[in-house]
């Protein structure tokens, strides 16, 4: 074999290793990449980053209230309990409590009837512990929105819809319920789906920016559904996964034995 023959024999060999080398490494950083959360956020030792203002949602129809009415006044200990007398159990898993019927109103043991449609969270308490005070001396009052439900769907390690257990709650504690998204997610491409009177409303959130904290959408809304789209990376692998990577190493494996028997052809000729 001659001093050029030999070179070009390694050098062939060496751009088979390169390309798939070159493959790896290509699909590898675009993965990191993609991986990052809040590139454009100061530092994490001491920086500072706005946040949306939060701001309660308003009760409204169909929603079921856990509210618990307690009193020390030794006359009168029974109280008000959403496991109790007068809550209701509704179907398919949904917690006991007291539903807000198509008139905005509740019914409550002892208490009563009263409007709570359209008040937040805080206002309906006060408006029970005020009726309370009739029935029960010093009465502490206790709500929450029992099926406050959150629906996270795509590129998630855990999809499905999940009870979100606080009223203040932020799109990435969402995210952590349900384990994170996987790495095929495009973190710049969050989409937040939310009913807006007969609307459904789309919004696109990008989790690699610390802008995200100041959108109005941050904070989840009982009944939103969040998308977390996949990479195009993700889509090739989804429609061509099956052939594509047969191909490659079809191909390489081609190349590699073609230039062996081009190697092997030439030298025999040689000598």
Known sequence: MTKSQSVFSKGSFGLVWL??????????????????????????????????????????PDDILDISIQTLDPQNMQGVSSTGAGSEKVENGAPAGFVVDKNGYIELPIVGRMHVEGLTLSEAKEKIRTQAKQFFKDPLVNIRLANFRVTVLGEVLRPGTIMVPAEKAGLLDVIGMVGDLSSFAN?????????EGTTKKFVELDITSADVFKSPYYYVRPGDVIYAEPTKVRNRNVNYDATRDRYISYLLSAVTVTLTIITFVRYNSKN
């Not at 454009?40 to 409204?60: C, H, N, R, Y």
């Not at 973190?187 to 009913?195: A, G, H, N, T, Y």
């Open 19 to 60: 390309l798939g080398l070159f493959l790896l490494l290509g699909s590898g950083c675009s993965s990191s990449k993609q991986s990052v959360y809040f590139r454009d956020a100061p530092s994490l030792s001491g920086g500072t980053v706005q946040v949306v203002e939060f701001s309660s949602f308003k009760i409204k």
């Open 187 to 195: 973190r710049e491409k969050i989409v937040l789906i939310r009913e």
